[in-house]
């Protein structure tokens, strides 16, 4: 397929790789043009506008957050004025309800088709093509991202022909993984003070109850306090919150947990932790209980 | 083994059955006698009075809570006073951990062994001698209760020779039960009220990064409102929320997120739910979020 | 003075007839004329369109919310346009910190001045001219509006030459005055349940430590239940609860009790709250308790 | 009236003299006999035991906490066995709603007349007898009381017949400042990370919406930093939390402030502030924002 790849992150670069990899023709944009030299390399189209990778039968856009993907899609140079009619917007990026919802009015309105295809994985798994994938928009654009999906994800799930869903259900899923980074961090501060090993504790949890990568995972960096270098930084988990919260406002839905998880995010954040790993919020209930010999 | 087995309720008749299957010789002993009578007809000596379970090379409580298991262990006619010098008290209930310290002095002073060795597990896996073990004691009482840990679990792990350690983490895999709980709770009501199906959702999360079983068994109740008949009833909940913040209040352990849950609990009991399974706390941020057609 | 005002909303109208009442020169504008027309009565002139207040020594505005004053301020017919270079903007609703900083920016842009003037007070203290008004901005500009200020409100507070800082300050008001109502709402739900009497109880609270007109005012109306009609509805608490969270937010500081209040008027908005008084919150942990004769 | 009075610590010691003042004939006794000496000088009778304080119209106790209370009152040299039938027992300390229940069944069995009569107020205002006190027990011997009363306290409000009631207001009128400390806390928090000066904050709230003296006491520590010495200490106030939330868990009633409250207590006290006022926890949010420059 011949596509457009906008975002060249920590994520994008490795996704951008394994659309070139499986063979699509890709034309790639960044704003900062250094990030797109290792993919030409590799075989990519280097476009020097916005517009220049919006000619083929799909782009896709992998960009931080809200505010980056809106400036790249509005305005005379944007998204939406290059793709022609019938074009199609893959959005894979994490971003809130409300701009997906807007997006897809706005794409609908210029006779272009939108998807949302947010993505549960770290860089790592971008970068194996191990990606999970969750897809809506209207079922014929999404059957034409499949060759990308194909390519990007081990699995693909389809949740409807609103784009805004897979938003929401992938703000969800953040919102538990924080849960159980802070339920951790709870139980870890309690079990340590009373002195004992975090590792052993850990490796109760999870030949237990607790058998999923998860507890393993983030139980580990909990244990060791290796919160660096970050995976997933402790201001990314905050952006996260607070679209949940925001989804979840709209809805009228409270969320007393991912309320508590957003204080959390800013207690790290304020008091130093801008970048460390997200599950260094993990550590703020030992900190909160006086334990001072904390690592990382 | 000779041993005596106190409580018969729904745990611990499947573990009294499970060490007569593996050959021990049992003497039960239960306040109301009928439910010793199942285990008589399968080769258990009824005991008459506490007394009657201590003559063996061990005796095993299982009682529903601190009260229950004082009241047995104290007095006249108490535990304690049966049980000779040398003798060993195998407490597997969930008890708070200030009372394990209490027993465990007590015993000292007798000149008695004591280990706590609570479980995780709920009563089919009681019944199935699948439960997974947590002992902490003296090592050579440890050591004398492996013939009977190995034929009521599937595991055991040592935590140590004090045996409040094991009730903690016995309270704190509690606490992180709920945990899940109530986030899995708060990620429905929100894509609930989005429009989405809760089964389809679920599927989602346990096919992608919530892999583990509690997922699955919890997401499930909550996801098909199914909150009867309770396999864990709500005020065990509440008490092992409430015993989990006591041990946090006297280790100086301030855990907001265990303050949340003992406060769902009790919200949950003053409306009703005190007969309902505890996962039915995972419908009360769908109750708050104004959802009035929910099942269960 | 000639002066100006646009906004006649609860609020808004006993202002403007204030300012008659003072004998200043005043245009009104609202989008809807109708609102105009008692105040036209009174000596006001009626501007067809925003430009017509934008005439005299200073214009007042008294919006709903951040919308609203955006939609007024920007654009081609908007205030800013229609304001001459050295006009005043006095803004005297509660908005958020952020609009505040960027009209600040703005109006310093287009050789203006503004002046944030947010006030403590009940659309009867509107009325009366017993506002109290906290008024942050150069200081001449601040100066400039005395006459104003005199003739709206019964004390005058100067926080400073950053107009956003007003705004912070007002949020933070009516989050104390959130929390008086929860704090009370909860003690309420306690005391109620045990079977006192809460007309005696709050007549206890405010004859001794508690003897702020506040707690007379929100205790009585949680305490007879009377949330209807809403002198500041619950949807008004619900963005002051956001706006005051986003600021501390941007500024990273996380506040507990502002999350679980927002939680509370959610909640309350998603049961049906939507027209109620915001101290209806009060009833929340009274419901969360399970009693169910509770009025409103 | 002859009376005896039991506890000597800082709220008692003021309240004995006043009786002596008044002309009361006083018995005292205290654990640690030093503190009575003062007393002594003043006219009151050294007691050396329980039964030596129990011999007039009434025995008024004042001890830190049910623990010391229980240890008073049970026993053969008890409370409840030296008061002969008949015998007044007047409770003013702060115990639990709990404990009150049961001296109330004690008393009632044994013949005798219990009454609860916590009170508002620090030690300077027992050393004034500027108390409010807060009775409930039989009519008859709340009357009784009215002469000791007098001379203890500027009013007296009482709540009816059953003696937990007034244990219940108490710890919901304690529960109730806590809420207005933690509420400053945030909100100076928020202002003063801004850039505001918290005095002049602290100026503008008590002169518009929060003119209660509680504002202007709390919030001028908080703004000063000064937490030394302690009116008040934070274990007390943690005491106190925990038995609001235990009267509160036994009605099934859930308070989250209440939650948020003791857990920021428990902070405090984990993170070495076992010796300041309990309005430290005002602290608390300025310095999970990072705000290091923190006096006290």
Redesign the interface.
Known sequence: MQVGFIGLGRMGAGMAANLLLAGHEVTVYNRSPAKAQALVAKGAHAGEQVADACRGAAVVTMLADDLALESVVRGEKGLIRALGRGGLHVCMATISVALSERLAALHAEAGQRFVAAPV?GRPDAAAAGKL?I?AAGAPEAVEACRPLFASLGQ?T?T??DRPP?AN??KL??N???A??I???G??M???G????DRH??LE??T?????????NTYGGLIAGGRYQPAGFAAPLG?KDM?L?LA???D??????????L???F??L????GENLDWSAIGQL?AR???LTDLPG
């Open positions: 549960f999970f969750l699995r799930f949740v409807g869903m929401l259900i969800s899923g919102f538990l993984l849960a159980v802070e339920a951790l709870e139980a501060a309690l079990v003070k009373a002195g004992l052993q504790y109760i949890l030949s237990t109850l607790f058998g999923a990568p998860v507890y905050l607070r949940a989804a979840a406002e809805l009228r839905v409270p969320m007393p947990l991912a309320s508590l957003r204080d959390r800013l207690a954040i304020a008091q130093g209930a909160d209980a006086g």
